[in-house]
């Protein structure tokens, strides 16, 4: 004590100093320092949270991102199909259209070579027809002048007997 006395310090006024301190101390934690505490693990709770918050949301992107890929995928190569699929059917189409007009052609280029075979045939039988007017009335002609009356007769009996027998 001697010791502290000489070298000015109040014992009293020490003591009084810690209990003071103590009870600053005391009242500081419970009052200001572990609501402070509560409130900076409160607020690291949160921040905690909403980088686990994030975390799930950016994965959660990531999934969706690659389901879209997928998808987007999946859709391209759909179509593409579809798109072959209708070429194809197209193509076959094309094929059946050409082959159907081919038809067509045939049977319209053999119906008119007919048709033209039955022309040409009818034309020749009018054509034996006037010629062989033509020959009769130059044959008549040409036997009133040379022949009599009784040759003539028998002359186009023959005549007429050769005529009957031909066919158009």
């Given at each position: ?116 075979q039955d022309e040409k045939a009818q034309m020749m039988n009018e054509i034996k027809g006037e010629l062989a007017e033509i020959i009769i009335k130059s044959s008549e002609k040409i036997i009133k002048k040379e022949f009599s009356g009784d040759d003539q007769k028998r002359l186009e009996g023959a005549i ?9």
């Amino acid at each position: 004590m001697e010791l502290i006395d000489k070298l000015g310090i109040d014992l009293q006024l020490l003591i009084a100093q810690v209990v003071n301190f103590f009870i600053l101390l005391f009242i500081l934690t419970k009052l200001v320092y572990k609501p402070i505490l509560n409130l900076l693990d409160k607020r690291k709770k949160m921040i905690e949270k909403n980088v686990e918050d994030t975390q799930r949301i950016e994965e959660r992107l990531e999934k969706l991102e690659e389901e879209k890929t997928k998808i987007l995928s999946e859709a391209s190569s759909k179509a593409m199909e579809v798109i072959e699929v209708a070429k194809k059917e197209a193509e076959e189409e094309k094929q059946q259209t050409l082959a159907n007009a081919k038809k067509e052609i045939s049977s319209l280029a053999e119906r008119y070579r007919s048709q033209l075979q039955d022309e040409k045939a009818q034309m020749m039988n009018e054509i034996k027809g006037e010629l062989a007017e033509i020959i009769i009335k130059s044959s008549e002609k040409i036997i009133k002048k040379e022949f009599s009356g009784d040759d003539q007769k028998r002359l186009e009996g023959a005549i007429s007997k050769e005529l009957t027998s031909i066919k158009y």
